[in-house]
């Protein structure tokens, strides 16, 4: 599993046109981003989880979150 997903999204952009979009998007999870941080000297990483953009402290991480904040010390 590479965790990369590839679409094409469509838009209207402010003057009517319609736009394509190829995406080519990869997804991370918390151990990788731990371990990416880690091997660029930070000490401190905290994860959260993320209510579609309300980003907060308060939240753990579940696996319902699309979304993670992360917060990282050097």
Not at 12 to 38: A, F, M
Not at 58 to 63: G, I, V
Request: glycine content about 6%; charged content about 30%.
């Amino acid at each position: 599993m590479t965790f990369r997903d590839h679409n094409i999204t469509s838009l209207i952009d402010d003057n009517g046109n319609e736009i394509k979009l190829e995406c080519n998007e990869r997804y991370y999870v918390p151990s990788e981003i731990t371990w990416q941080l880690k091997s660029l000297g930070f000490k401190k990483i905290e994860i959260f989880g993320a209510r579609l953009g309300a980003f907060s402290r308060e939240d753990k991480l579940t696996t319902n979150d699309f979304e993670m904040l992360v917060i990282a010390e050097k």
